[in-house]
């Protein structure tokens, strides 16, 4: 068989050969030569995913790192205007030569980088020092149905006994990261519910967002059965251990199994869920385009162009927000409602909802308010208020009654009097259930009013997650005003 020219062949140990010669005696370059030969070779490594492990000069491992492209990140330690930071930048002073570990994927990546921190343990990998802070990766086994989560302490002997532990890694974005890429594979559940597969009352409950962007199968609905659940779960353990050849193979086997026995549609999910395995790498390529920023990034990356204009990079923008609003977990979900009338008749409202930063027209909903619009009051009067409360009875009703999930933050266009409005309609749901946060974003002055505070939260105008929440009550209002307009010529058609 040939040699592929384009995938250099790797040691026993998976280290690619290395072009250049051995680095001269230490002392023997100046501090400029030494970064400058550094940088010539980092810029000729593979173009791939990868893990580098930086040496001194008696060839001892000083720090770990993973790169999604090994040039671009190994080069960027040794260009002239490398600033590293306070902790890694010393490093510069020591590093003498590098070694590079070629992965499949960014999460394999990831998982590579872990186990060689904790093997080696390098003096500037000063985050790995105190495990009781680190993330670790946690599947409850003992539960019907187990949940994947993110958890620094796994040690919990209530919700950890039995669990599978994987870890500690070195930061929590990347891993949250790649759990959720995994995600879309595996279609395990990363919610807290306590769902038992004997509860009747699951065939009633509405399955959160995941569920219809495929991103879980809904267990908490009985969408699916522990069996089926576990299988998924098992091949996601295999998978972090590093057996995806078994895996891929077990899989292989059992789409074959099902389609002899004509079970189609089982065989048929199989057949995805291996395509998508095969296409992790691809499939992270392009979550980093739709991380780009510009108009033409946000096209490629399904955004509409009314948002477009206002572009930010959402994992960033969602970070920023949790922590302007303080909130404890991720915002994965949110949604926006926003009342559009002219001269008080023809009032609507909309719903418009955003998964990990982007608009999910699927849950787009419009509503034509019943009970708000006051045209025969006069010309000059409307009710967003009654409007709003309207809305938010009629979208989070289930919510209220624990058959359905809240999203993550709820956006209500307008100022104090709108959040008040919605805040008095949340009161008033059956079941008790509340919102985990609700704000409300008023033009002009884009102040964010918030729940349970009195006093707003005032933001610069280039602070992403600002821009993000401007962004999301435009498409709201848009939404709205297409639905008003359609109704408005339909009016006009009718009275002609």
Same mark, same amino acid.
């Given at each position: 068989m040939p040699d592929d020219p384009d995938r250099p062949f790797t040691d026993a140990e998976g280290f690619l050969p290395s072009d250049a010669p051995?680095?001269?005696?230490?002392g023997s370059e100046t501090r400029q030569q030494r970064l400058a030969r550094l940088l010539r070779k980092a810029r000729s490594l593979q173009s791939s995913p990868g893990v580098y492990l930086m040496k001194d000069h008696k060839g001892v491992v000083v720090y770990?790192?993973?790169a999604a492209r090994l040039p671009d990140r190994v080069a960027s330690y040794f260009?002239?205007?490398?600033?590293?930071?306070? &902790?890694?930048?010393?490093?510069l002073e020591v590093v003498h030569d590098f070694d590079t570990l070629v992965c499949e994927g960014e999460w394999e990546a990831l998982l590579t980088e872990n186990r060689l921190i904790k093997d080696i343990g390098p003096k500037f990998n000063v985050r790995l020092t105190d495990d009781k802070t680190f993330p670790y990766l946690a599947i409850t086994m003992r539960e019907d149905f187990p949940r994947v989560m993110v958890t620094r302490n796994p040690s919990d002997p209530v919700l950890m006994k039995g669990a599978r532990i994987f870890g500690p890694f070195v930061a929590a974005g990347s891993l949250r990261q790649a759990v959720q890429l995994l995600q879309r594979v595996f279609r395990f559940r990363t919610c807290s519910l306590d769902i038992r597969a004997d509860d009747p009352r699951n065939r009633l409950f509405r399955p959160c967002i995941l569920y219809n962007i495929n991103q879980c199968t809904a267990p908490c609905a009985d969408k699916i059965g522990t069996g089926a659940y576990r299988a998924d779960v098992e091949r996601f353990v295999k998978f972090l251990e590093g057996k995806q050849s078994t895996m891929l193979r077990e899989m292989r086997g059992d789409m074959e199994a !099902?389609?002899?026995?004509?079970?189609?549609? &089982?065989?048929? !999910?199989?057949r995805d869920q291996i395509r998508a395995i095969e296409r992790l790498e691809e499939r992270a390529k392009g979550g980093r385009g739709m991380a780009g920023s510009g108009r033409g990034e946000g096209r490629r990356s399904g955004w509409q162009p009314e948002t477009e204009i206002t572009y930010v990079e959402p &994992?960033?923008?969602? /970070?920023?927000? /949790?922590k302007t609003l303080g909130m404890d977990s991720a915002i994965r979900c949110i949604e926006a409602i926003d009342i559009a009338h002219l001269q008080g008749g023809e009032t609507v409202g909309s719903k418009v909802c955003f998964i990990d930063g982007r608009p999910f027209k699927n849950e787009y909903r419009r509503y034509r308010i019943k009970g708000a619009g006051l045209a025969d009051a006069g010309p000059s009067i409307n009710d967003d208020y009654s409007s709003i409360r309207e809305v938010v009875s009629r979208r989070y009703r289930e919510a209220g009654n624990g058959h359905e999930l809240?999203?993550?933050? =709820?956006? =209500?266009?307008?100022?104090?009097?709108?959040?008040? !409005?919605?805040?008095?309609?949340?009161?008033?749901?059956?079941?008790?259930?509340?919102?985990?946060?609700? =704000?409300?974003l008023a033009k002009k002055e884009e102040l964010i009013y918030v729940q349970q505070r009195s006093e707003p939260i005032r933001l610069g105008r280039e602070n992403l997650g600002? /821009?993000?929440v401007q962004a999301i009550r435009d498409e709201a209002h848009r939404f709205a005003q297409h639905y008003h307009h359609v109704l408005r010529r339909k009016s006009t058609l009718e009275e002609g």
């Open positions: 051995s680095p001269p005696e230490w770990v790192g993973k260009a002239p205007s490398a600033d590293l930071g306070p &902790k890694k930048q010393p490093m !099902a389609s002899a026995a004509l079970e189609f549609e &089982k065989a048929a !999910a199989l &994992k960033k923008a969602l /970070r920023s927000l /949790r809240y999203p993550d933050v =709820i956006v =209500i266009d307008g100022g104090l009097g709108q959040l008040h !409005a919605a805040m008095e309609a949340f009161e008033t749901l059956e079941g008790g259930v509340r919102p985990p946060m609700v =704000i409300s600002l /821009r993000l």
